[in-house]
T-cell receptor, first 116, second 120 residues
Framework: AQKVTQAQTEISVVEKEDVTLDCVYETRDTTYYLFWYKQPPSGELVFLIRRNSFDEQNEISGRYSWNFQKSTSSFNFTITASQVVDSAVYFCALSEAQNQGGKLIFGQGTELSVKP | KAGVTQTPRYLIKTRGQQVTLSCSPISGHRSVSWYQQTPGQGLQFLFEYFSETQRNKGNFPGRFSGRQFSNSRSEMNVSTLELGDSALYLC???????????????????FGEGSRLTVL
């Protein structure tokens, strides 16, 4: 069965702190894709990153970095030197190749609050 | 390039009524999927359409239905509304660049701002 777990419901940090959002997934498919989305108060889901199951290379984009480990079925997201604008709900999601990309299974989301 | 457009943005209905929500995907995108977001259940997949055919379906009752037109625009309909149908309904479009498990890339999903439905 496919499942995504984000154990952290809420995280509160002070500006400039580093913060890591955890994501653990379950799938029987050997080909799958993992995503992170950001949802600001406006409601629109903003794409952050996509990773396929054959690429375990970690990625860094500015203050954002992602750690993908198939051995532990985890795809964690770190924000370095957090800013108030990072406050949002962050979702990790899984897409299995058998569904040809159109179906995402989302975690419950982690609400990040960055205080000045 | 215009993003995914959903209409209406807000609507209020009463129990037993039906509602139709509309989604216009990004130009050139042929895949449209729908999601329901509630505080209790989170983001749940409803269904996906590709080239006017339903390709994937989530675990929702038959009161939830959808369709896609030849121009890729999509509508979803909820009949006999219940209080629990109150939610943010999100539509996403995708440019399919791969096929099944041989694909190297799964099309990124671009989301609209959603239609917020309140059922009284």
């Amino acid at each position: 069965a496919q499942k995504v777990t984000q154990a952290q419901t809420e995280i509160s940090v002070v500006e400039k702190e580093d913060v890591t959002l955890d994501c653990v997934y379950e799938t029987r498919d050997t080909t799958y894709y993992l995503f992170w989305y950001k949802q600001p108060p406006s409601g629109e889901l903003v794409f952050l990153i996509r990773r396929n199951s054959f690429d375990e290379q970690n990625e860094i984009s500015g203050r954002y970095s992602w750690n993908f480990q198939k051995s532990t079925s985890s795809f964690n997201f770190t924000i370095t030197a957090s800013q108030v604008v990072d406050s949002a709900v962050y979702f990790c999601a899984l897409s299995e190749a058998q569904n040809q990309g159109g179906k995402l299974i989302f975690g419950q989301g982690t609400e990040l609050s960055v205080k000045p | 390039k215009a993003g995914v457009t959903q209409t209406p943005r807000y609507l209020i209905k009463t129990r037993g009524q039906q509602v139709t929500l509309s989604c216009s995907p990004i130009s050139g995108h042929r895949s449209v999927s729908w999601y329901q977001q509630t505080p209790g259940q989170g983001l749940q997949f409803l269904f996906e359409y590709f080239s006017e055919t339903q390709r994937n379906k989530g675990n929702f009752p038959g009161r939830f239905s959808g369709r896609q037109f030849s121009n890729s625009r999509s509508e979803m309909n909820v009949s006999t509304l219940e209080l629990g149908d109150s939610a943010l309904y999100l539509c996403a479009s995708s440019l399919q660049v791969g096929i099944g498990r041989l694909a190297g890339i799964s099309g990124e999903l671009f989301f609209g701002e959603g239609s917020r439905l309140t059922v009284l």
